[in-house]
């Protein structure tokens, strides 16, 4: 099941969670282009 | 905990899904909320190692196969998917965002693997808000039973200051 809900107005901390976020994710993004190896691999 | 895993094909098209656990400390410096505490959240990455043009469906959907096998085994797991917005992605439809088409892919991979694995006490809950008059995404994915506990977490993080 999908529900969708679109926020109005949300607080200016939001930004800053949110684009926090992103870069932790680039920062493990970083990390992969560097070699870090996946702790396990599925082949499919 | 984090924990990442790769899904490779025959092609050698690679997926690497890194799962980042949100631990107490991190949630506790938004919430002093003992139920949302409790809860068991990960953020999802997902990162193309290698491969190109459209990923492969089977790879899709073992991306999913997996994420839901996690959920099932530790009932109180919840991902969060934020949507990166800062990074373009090869999509034909140019009038979406980045964020936008992957938001969708996102919702394309759950909805199908929900359909054809017979899900119905799992929830993909996606929440759509403006920044500077662009949309940002965001999902939630978790059993049905932790709805309230999502909008709730949801409801925080967009009222804390």
Redesign the interface.
């Given at each position: 099941m999908t529900q969708i809900t679109i926020i109005r107005n949300p607080s200016p901390s939001v930004k800053k969670f949110f684009d926090g976020l992103v870069d932790k994710k680039h920062q493990q993004i970083k990390k992969l282009e560097e070699g870090q190896e996946c702790n396990f691999t599925i082949k499919v | 905990m984090d924990?990442?895993?790769?899904?490779?094909?025959e092609k050698d098209d690679i997926i690497?899904?890194?799962l980042?656990y949100y631990d107490a400390l991190s949630l506790g410096s938004?919430t002093t909320n003992p139920a949302i505490l409790s809860l068991n959240i990960y953020?999802v990455?997902l990162?193309r190692?290698s491969g190109s043009g459209n990923v492969g469906h089977?790879?899709l959907?073992?991306v999913c196969k997996?994420l839901m096998e996690i959920i099932k085994q530790s009932n109180d797991t919840i991902f969060?998917f934020?949507c990166?917005?800062?990074?373009d992605v090869p999509r034909r439809h140019r009038d979406m965002s980045p964020q936008e088409y992957r938001s969708n892919l996102f919702?394309r991979m759950?909805?199908s693997f929900?359909r054809h694995n017979d899900v119905?006490d799992?929830?993909?809950?996606?929440?759509?808000?403006?920044?500077n008059g662009e949309k940002?995404y965001?999902h939630f994915i978790c059993s049905?039973k932790y709805l309230n506990e999502i909008h709730t977490l949801?409801d925080i993080?967009?009222?804390?200051?």
């Open positions: - | 924990i990442s895993f790769e899904i490779r094909n690497c899904v890194v980042s938004i953020d990455t990162w190692k089977k790879v959907n073992a997996k969060c934020v990166d917005f800062s990074t919702t759950f909805e929900a119905y799992l929830v993909n809950d996606v929440n759509i808000y403006e920044d940002r965001f049905l949801r993080l967009m009222e804390s200051k």
